[in-house]
Every structure is written in structure tokens, then in C-alpha cells.
């Protein structure tokens, strides 16, 4: 895709801490987990069906769908439970000067 640019989306300071949170960016609805490892993002949207997934259970490691309990790894987008076998749309993210950056 042309034009694409790291950008920043929301700061460290504005997470959930070790949770989920739900950022809206233009078109995009984006779900920043704080997890063990670092900060990941994604698309909010569960790859089974229509539920935003920042309403979902997050260990820290795992997020669990709010509608079926479809179960992703937000490190890789790995889908490791059904009903979920679509692995979810990773977006790369790096955090800069206190900011969750996306290179979208
Ligand atoms: S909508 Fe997420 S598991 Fe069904």
C-alpha cells in the first residue's frame, strides 16, 4: 500500500494498563493490548464474527472473544481456539517518545 507511515495512535499514559483498549483511527477500529511481552496491536474485529474483541478477556497474553470465546494470541494473531481459525489482523506498532506508534 503507498503512503504508509508510522503514526501515532494513542500514549502509553491513555492504555489500560495490562488490558485492552479500544482506539478508533480514521476508518480503522484498532484494539492495543498491553501484554507481558510489549504493546500489540490489531484489528478490533473477531475473525469469526461481528464482535469487537476490546470487550473481550485479556490475560496478557490471550484475547478471548466477548460472543463465542474464540481465543487469539495478540503477540502473533494465532487463532487457538475455536470457534476462532482465522488468525487476527496483526498491525505493526512500535511505541516512540511515550507513544503507540502503527505503520499503516
Ligand atoms: S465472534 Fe468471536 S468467536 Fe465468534
Known amino acids: 500500500m503507498k503512503n504508509r507511515k508510522w503514526q501515532d495512535i494513542i500514549s502509553l499514559d491513555e492504555l ?5 483498549t479500544n ?6 477500529n484498532l484494539a492495543v493490548y498491553d501484554a507481558k ?4 496491536v490489531s484489528l478490533s474485529r473477531c475473525t469469526h464474527g461481528a464482535a469487537n474483541l476490546c ?10 472473544c466477548p460472543l463465542h470465546q474464540g481465543l487469539f ?3 502473533t494473531g ?3 481456539a475455536a470457534p476462532a481459525r482465522v488468525r487476527l489482523k ?4 512500535r511505541v516512540q517518545n511515550n507513544m503507540v506508534q502503527v505503520y499503516i
Not at 16 to 20: A, I, L, Q, R
Open 78 to 80: 494465532e487463532a487457538k
Open 55 to 64: 470487550d473481550g478477556y485479556f490475560d496478557g497474553i490471550h484475547i478471548e
Open 37 to 40: 511481552d510489549g504493546i500489540f
Open 73 to 75: 494470541d495478540v503477540r
Open 90 to 93: 496483526m498491525i505493526p506498532s
Open 23 to 28: 482506539v478508533k483511527f480514521g476508518t480503522k
Open 16 to 20: 489500560e494498563k495490562g488490558d485492552v
